[in-house]
């Protein structure tokens, strides 16, 4: 490919070739850059090869221009920036004999004399772009003759367009770039830029051009009708470069496009059977198609494509769930397909799988998310077919998942471009891609890299193939912690930096808010940080457990303590009661409706005063009952006034008879208003809302036993030594509150 970019100016070091150098000039090595409206008089060294020229008046430019100076003759390189006169007369470039390059840029010129390239008898490219108010029939009459006969590349970028006006590239268009009377043999045209009312594609077919062109360019030109388009029935035998991206096609495009659905492609395209490579780039953002569902199928295998390179880039393509089957041929020519910058949602393995000599595919910037998220298992065998593939990029589409085995027969990659992704986890198989050179993984969701995918990193890199692995983890969210899987991946990305890509300072983690750069101060600020969460660690652990062991030791300690209190005080008791110094005539007085009178006095009583008896070591009787204590002739008021003040714990043996009696009611007033210690004996089960208010109040704050019939005229729970042990404590308690009052 012939190379049209105009020579442009830069920032240079003036070289003093000779003082024969012009002072408007710059020279470096065999090029000169001059700043001069006029070109007579410049002088160069023996040297100089290539010229810019900015700034010339083309008004300046006349037939001894050149040719009066025989230095001009040495020139192989020329680049003309004109400003001035918008008429190029004949035979200026006369004198430029040795000349093989000649760039003519004039946005001001729309006039230029049929003669005006003789002379140029050894040109092989002519960049003629930028020339914007040129008209077409003016130059094509320039070209219609038998100058430049040996022209090889020609380009017209931009050519006519200050006006918009159309050009209508017929027959005549062709044939004058062919040449009148020669035949030049072009083969790379540039029309990039241009309106076009018509492209007749017939006519370049029966032009010459179709045994020369190797490589046309049609960049953001405007094509309004394509006539002969499948009408061509032989292929353009020399063509192999078509590039018509980001042009405005007419309707056929979308016909062109939805390819797999024409039943008659082949007959349509036989124009294009010998090229190589086909650019289709942003044909579709011009048109305003909708976006193409591609569900059919298509069968190629009689259209005999050589294609080697095929992109549909930048367009609106969102699924292609077709099949395709191709021709032996193209099976094996298609090595590189290009279909970013798409909304591909879906594209089958079916339509990649006749490709079986596919070395690059690129499906970048795409929203193939969502066939990994809602067809993972045709996602994982998307490129199981292409075993060839050296470059798969799948950036920018969203995916938060790779499949384990997605990889798995595509050994021979050496480029693998998965960043600007959601992938949060490596736990895909990479180990046998023993070709790998490039691994892009940047910019994803990857906070750490767990042990198993470093390790196979770590042993591709480690391969005798490849030597120069390169894997770019970059622009992570990777987190600086304590975590082990956080800090080994730390430590992991700072040790092997020499096949860790990417710039050094796009590696950071974050540390409790604090964004840290992995290869600088992350390691020693996390370690830092870790040693102090160890010994808070230790601590937080340590403290509590020492802590509770203190408090368990001290409410042993106390409980000890408190044990020995009672056995002591419960030993001063049974002295007291022995030596008859006790300050109450009994421990307990027992209060029960007459009702139950059979039950508390041939049972109960006589058992809890012989246990109590037992406990203390004594013959006095400790328990007080109103059948046996009452003094006879007295006010029964009284009599109970006086056995709850001479008694230290009132025990009321609660039933539905006791909660109904009047005398009942009173007793418990009365031990209440004593603020006497009171233990509850229900012999049967009684509702609160049976009992009085003074009585609920007492069973709602305190325990209670209970008397439980049984084949064995019942029993007491709890049993009554500890029964009898809560009378005991209960008395301590009453005497030292009685001492303190």
């Not at 830069?10 to 001069?36: L, N, P, Q, Y």
């Not at 007492?698 to 064995?712: E, G, K, L, M, Q």
Request: hydrophobic fraction near 35%.
């Amino acid at each position: 490919m012939y190379s049209t970019l105009p020579l442009t100016l830069g920032v240079c070091m003036f070289i003093a070739c000779s003082s024969a150098c012009s002072k408007s000039c710059v020279c470096i090595e065999d090029k000169a850059t001059c700043r001069a409206p006029d070109p007579n008089g410049l002088i160069f060294n023996e040297n100089i090869r290539r010229v810019v020229l900015h700034d010339l008046n083309t008004s300046f430019l006349n037939k001894s221009t050149f040719s009066a100076n025989p230095q001009w003759s040495k020139l192989e390189n020329l680049t003309i920036w004109a400003i001035g006169s918008p008429h190029l007369c004949s035979g200026v470039f006369t004198g430029l004999s040795g000349l093989t390059y000649l760039g003519f840029h004039n946005e001001y010129m729309d006039h230029m004399e049929n003669d005006a390239f003789y002379g140029l008898d050894n040109i092989k490219e002519l960049n003629f772009s930028g020339n914007s108010r040129l008209a077409i029939s003016n130059f094509l009459n320039v070209m219609n003759s038998t100058h430049l006969p040996k022209l090889n590349a020609l380009t017209l970028t931009g050519m006519h367009s200050t006006f918009r006006v159309t050009i209508d590239a017929n027959y005549y268009f062709f044939r004058s770039l062919a040449g009148h009377g020669i035949q030049r043999n072009i083969t790379y045209l540039d029309m990039s830029n241009i309106t076009f009312r018509l492209l007749d594609f017939e006519a370049f077919s029966n032009s010459s051009l179709c045994n020369s062109v190797h490589e046309i360019y049609l960049r953001n030109a405007t094509i309004q009708n394509m006539h002969g388009f499948g009408y061509v029935n032989k292929p353009c035998l020399s063509l192999k470069v078509i590039d018509m991206s980001d042009s405005q096609l007419p309707n056929i495009t979308h016909s062109f496009a939805q390819m797999s659905k024409i039943a008659s492609l082949c007959t349509k395209t036989i124009f294009f059977f010998n090229a190589e490579e086909l650019y289709m780039d942003g044909v579709g953002t011009n048109n305003n198609t909708p976006p193409l569902q591609d569900d059919y199928d298509g069968d190629f295998r009689s259209c005999p494509y050589r294609l080697r390179k095929f992109s549909l880039a930048n367009n609106f393509i969102k699924r292609l769930n077709s099949t395709l089957k191709l021709h032996n041929d193209t099976q094996k020519t298609l090595k590189w397909i290009k279909l970013s910058g798409n909304i591909l949602e879906f594209i089958s393995p079916q339509f990649l799988s006749s490709s079986i000599n596919l070395q690059y595919l690129d499906l970048s910037s795409n929203h193939l998310h969502k066939m990994q998220e809602y067809y993972e298992d045709q996602f994982e065998i998307l490129t199981k077919n292409n075993t060839k593939l050296n470059v798969l990029k799948l950036n920018r589409n969203g995916i938060s998942r790779i499949p384990f085995n997605m990889f798995l027969t595509n050994n021979e990659l050496e480029e693998l471009d998965l960043s600007h992704n959601n992938i949060s986890s490596l736990d895909f198989h990479v180990g046998l891609l023993t070709n790998l050179k490039e691994f892009n993984l940047s910019y994803n969701a990857v906070s750490y890299i767990d042990a198993k995918a470093r390790d196979t990193v770590q042993q591709l890199a480690a391969a005798k193939k490849p030597q120069n692995l390169t894997i770019d983890l970059s622009n992570m969210p990777y987190i600086c912690s304590c975590d082990d899987n956080h800090m080994e991946t730390i430590k992991w990305i700072h040790k092997n930096h020499t096949f860790i890509a990417g710039p050094r300072e796009d590696y950071r983690c974050t540390l409790q808010g604090e964004r840290l750069y992995i290869f600088q101060n992350a390691l020693e600020k996390t370690n830092a940080y870790c040693r102090k969460q160890n010994i808070k660690r230790t601590l937080a652990i340590c403290l509590p457990i020492v802590c509770v062991s203190l408090l368990i030791g001290l409410l042993i300690f106390f409980k000890i303590q408190t044990s020995r209190r009672r056995k002591r005080e419960r030993k001063n008791l049974r002295s007291q009661i022995e030596l008859g110094e006790f300050p109450m005539k009994f421990v307990a007085f027992l209060s029960f409706s007459s009702d139950d009178a059979e039950l508390v006095v041939n049972t109960i009583l006589p058992k809890l005063n012989s246990e109590l008896q037992l406990k203390i070591g004594t013959n006095r009787v400790l328990v007080c009952s109103g059948d046996r204590h009452f003094r006879p002739g007295y006010a029964l008021g009284e009599e109970i006034i006086r056995c709850i003040e001479d008694s230290a714990v009132i025990i009321l043996a609660v039933s539905k008879h006791f909660c109904q009696k009047e005398w009942c009611r009173k007793e418990v007033q009365e031990t209440y208003d004593q603020n006497k210690p009171i233990i509850l004996l229900f012999l049967e089960r009684v509702e609160p809302d049976e009992m009085g208010k003074v009585l609920q109040k007492v069973f709602n704050r305190y325990t209670h036993a209970s008397w439980i019939a049984d084949a064995n005229d019942g029993h007491i729970e709890p049993d009554w030594s500890v029964l009898c042990d809560a009378l005991l404590d209960l008395t301590v308690e009453q005497l030292e509150k009685n001492r303190v009052n």
